[in-house]
């Protein structure tokens, strides 16, 4: 059973960073994939930026040129840099591992002046 535990979250101010941290265990070894997901009071959780077991990187428009997601596999855990943060990026976001889709509990990112 894979199970991931973020941390990092927090508030901050427009322009602002944070980073987050997704540490997983149970993980085997072989093909993956780990993303950060983000999920607005009314909206739709929707994928951030994901990044492979080989290092390839994907990103949600709204974020390129912003954040920055990266790993250390010796640790197993996932970074998102998060860079000139906007209210709009104001969100919960989840940690996703796949395959198996398991999920993080959460962690809130508030951008507030």
Same mark, same amino acid.
């Given at each position: 059973?894979?199970?991931?535990?973020?941390?990092?979250?927090?508030?901050?101010?427009?322009?602002?960073?944070?980073?987050?941290?997704?540490?997983?265990?149970?993980?085997?070894?072989?093909?993956?994939?780990?993303?950060? *997901?983000? @999920?607005?009071?009314?909206?739709?959780? &929707?994928?951030? =930026? !994901?990044?492979?077991?080989?290092?390839?990187?994907?990103?949600?428009?709204?974020?390129?040129?912003?954040?920055?997601?990266?790993?250390?596999?010796?640790?197993?855990?996932? *970074?998102? @840099?998060?860079?000139?943060?906007?209210? &709009?990026?104001? =969100? !919960?976001?989840?940690?996703?591992?796949?395959?198996?889709?398991?999920?993080?509990?959460?962690?809130?990112?508030?951008?507030?002046?």
């Amino acid at each position: 059973q894979v199970q991931l535990v973020e941390s990092g979250g927090g508030l901050v101010e427009p322009g602002g960073s944070l980073r987050l941290s997704c540490a997983a265990s149970g993980t085997r070894t072989g093909a993956y994939f780990m993303g950060w *997901y983000r @999920q607005a009071p009314g909206k739709q959780r &929707e994928l951030v =930026a !994901v990044i492979t077991n080989r290092g390839s990187t994907t990103y949600v428009d709204s974020v390129k040129g912003r954040f920055t997601i990266s790993r250390d596999s010796v640790k197993k855990t996932v *970074y998102l @840099q998060m860079n000139s943060l906007k209210l &709009e990026d104001t =969100a !919960v976001y989840f940690c996703n591992y796949k395959p198996g889709d398991f999920w993080g509990q959460g962690t809130q990112v508030t951008v507030s002046s």
